[in-house]
Structure formats: structure tokens, C-alpha cells
């Protein structure tokens, strides 16, 4: 460890170790989960009792930092990204009432989410969402939008948008390639979408990143 990540406060007394860490999200777009979550959440040790796959990812940070050895890094990195999933899941957020989260847990909602997750590039419609979850058009509709807060045909643009930032700051795929891949039929209309939600087109975008 070198000399400037270590944070010296008083004289004498017990030590405290601190491991830091953290997540960085797109934040010109706010995913449903990340937007319902609280401002501070804790995890302590004496709660987590009937938990022990977080208390294991808690523990293994701890050791391989304590390790310090090859591959430390990446090895970090994905922990914290395993507790912060396990943390979400534990807090159930939403639970008991409309949310994200209890869209996932819904089968029929759940189904139309992970399709337009794993296929965004498809032309999927509402009257195809919907016969993906095995609910009324009707139906379908009104409760996505309960519990997502986005209409189906909304939270797929959100979707494809993500997924084209994200190509455009980690491949090297062709504009037009990443057009297709999120949906979209012809260049133009690809970057005009992507220029009205983020007010700047897919190329330029590209070359800040």
C-alpha cells in the first residue's frame, strides 16, 4: 500500500482499518433500482447472521486485501460488485408494494423485462411484450407501468439507450453496428433518439469517452 491511501486521525487508542471502495454508474441514466435507493445503507456484521454468503464476500475483501498479492484488483472489483447485487437483493426494495424490483419478481413482468434485456434489438411492440408474459395487452400495460413507472415501449428506449452507451465506450463496433444491435433500423434515426436524450450525438459521444 503506498503512502497516499492511508488516512491518519488522532494519536493512540484502538486502530480502525477502513477498505474503500465504489461503484460508478451512467448517470444520465437512472435505472429504476438505483433511483429507489436510500441515501446511506449499512450492512453489520451481528445482523447478518442468517446470511452468510454476505458475510463471505465481506470476509474474502477483507483477506485479499490482507493478501496484497497479483490480481488483487480485479478480484476486488468484482466483490464489491457481488455485495453491492447482494445488498440490493437483501433490501427487497419496493417489497410489499409497486417497484422495480417487484416487477422482477412478478413471473409475467419478469419475462417481457429479461426479453427486452437479452433482445433489445428485436421490434418488440406491447401486443408482443405481453404475449411474452402471458397477460392482456390491457392488462400487461397497466401494470408494468404501476411497478416500472415507465410504459413498456419507454423502459425499452431507456434499455437500448443504455446499451448503446455502453458499446460506444467499450467497442470499437461501427455506429451503424450498435445501431442495429439496440433496435434501431437506420443510422439517423439512431442518433437523432440518442441526441434528444442526451444532447449529443452517438460520435461525439464516443470521442469524449
Not at 460508478?24 to 436510500?38: G, K, N, R, T
Not at 404475449?131 to 400487461?140: A, I
Request: aromatic letters at 8%; one cysteine or more.
Amino acid at each position: 500500500m503506498d503512502h497516499t491511501s492511508i488516512l491518519r486521525q488522532g494519536q493512540g487508542g484502538i486502530q480502525t482499518h477502513l477498505l474503500c471502495g465504489f461503484c460508478s454508474f451512467d448517470e444520465e441514466i437512472v435505472h429504476p433500482i438505483l433511483a429507489h435507493l436510500p441515501a446511506i445503507a449499512v450492512l453489520n456484521r451481528q445482523e447478518l447472521d442468517q446470511e452468510p454468503w454476505i458475510q463471505a464476500a465481506l470476509t474474502l475483501m477483507l483477506l485479499e486485501t490482507a493478501l496484497a498479492d497479483r490480481g488483487m484488483r480485479g478480484i476486488l472489483t468484482r466483490l464489491l460488485e457481488i455485495a453491492f447485487i447482494q445488498m440490493v437483493r437483501r433490501m427487497r426494495l419496493g417489497e410489499g408494494k409497486a417497484g422495480y424490483m417487484v416487477a422482477l419478481a412478478d413471473s409475467g413482468l419478469s419475462r417481457a423485462l429479461l426479453a427486452m434485456h437479452a433482445d433489445p434489438q428485436s421490434p418488440w411492440t406491447v401486443d408482443g411484450l405481453a404475449r411474452v408474459s402471458g397477460l392482456s395487452r390491457t392488462g400487461f400495460a397497466k401494470k408494468f407501468v404501476e411497478n416500472v413507472g415507465l410504459t413498456p415501449m419507454e423502459y425499452l428506449t431507456q434499455w437500448r439507450l443504455m446499451k448503446a452507451r455502453q458499446m460506444l465506450r467499450t467497442t470499437e463496433l461501427g455506429l451503424e453496428e450498435i445501431a442495429a444491435r439496440c433496435g434501431y433500423e437506420s443510422l439517423p434515426s439512431f442518433s437523432r433518439r440518442f441526441k434528444t436524450a442526451f444532447g449529443i450525438r452517438p460520435g461525439a459521444y464516443r470521442k469524449t469517452r
